[in-house]
């Protein structure tokens, strides 16, 4: 409205300068009105003085929005160039903006919604520095494993990852194998060889996989007991969610073809209770692996810990 009047009255007093009219008392009186004028319009766009509060007073706080102030003020061609111009805080607020998480990693509480299939191996989620050690909860004890990071990070990731989101939790340790001591897991959809997993799988690690004499692949890891290792298929790249515990020396006969990736180890006392679950083992012609436990043993849950 301001601005309008502006107009109307600079428009008066050209026409009156050009004999629109010849009264001088009317054009003195113009004259004033308009000196008015620009001091109001002066007075709009001066600062009010400090309230001694942080941050800063906006004259158009109450305006921006409406359609009053739809345009910046004049000599400023938008609200961004009003605001950095005027306002000491503008560049800080708008370079300082927090990153937004990323939101494919799951809840490190495991508060997401379980989670089995996946359309790709997962974005990076573990934290820079940080320990991992995996809390494994079965019907026969406790086992503990810290993570190594530092030589399979991928792998480590990956199994994080899948914790969060409930992978592993209430699902069948499958196979017991006492001739290379390893007991098997981590086949949430049919708790048995042909589950299909997560829907990808992972890039090998931890060292140079090469081709053997007879075609077949060979990695660079050896086995002990107390080793958390990933199965795979014969093939390159194969790991996806499957995994291992190494029960005994005689996983050492796994070392001819070393492809499997091992990715933490546990403590006497996990170990304990790693050969108190192969000391259930039988033999057992019906069974699709030659034998098993005498009783179901279930992964109740997996926890991650992060120091």
Known sequence: MVRKHA???AFVLVASACGGSSDSEELGQVRAELDTLKEQISSTTTLPPDDGEPGWDDPYAKCRGT?????????????????AANDPNYELATT??????????????????????????????LDDGATYTAVFDTTEGEIRVVLDRERTPETVNNFVVLTRYGYYDDTLLFRFD??????QGGAPKTNGWSDPGPGYTI???GGQFRSGSTGG??????????DLVMA?????????????FATGPEVGLLDAQGTYIVFGHTDLAGQAVLEAMMGLYRVDETSPYGGGP?????????????D
Not at 178 to 183: V, Y
Not at 217 to 226: A, E, R
Not at 294 to 306: F, N, P
């Open 294 to 306: 005498t009783r179901e043993v279930m992964l109740k849950s997996v926890a991650i810990v992060v």
């Open 232 to 244: 795979r298929s014969a093939g390159p790249n194969s790991s996806g969610a499957q995994f291992f």
């Open 203 to 205: 890039p090998d690690e």
């Open 67 to 83: 359609s009053h102030c739809e345009n910046a003020p004049a000599g400023y061609e938008s609200w961004d160039e009003y605001d």
């Open 96 to 125: 300082t903006t927090a990153t937004p998480a990323n939101t494919d990693c799951p809840a490190v509480d495991k508060s997401d919604e379980p989670r089995l299939s996946f359309s790709s191996r997962p974005t990076w989620c």
């Open 7 to 9: 107009v109307v009255l």
């Open 178 to 183: 006492p001739t290379i001591a390893i007991i």
């Open 217 to 226: 692949l060979i990695g660079p890891f050896t086995y002990q007991p107390g």
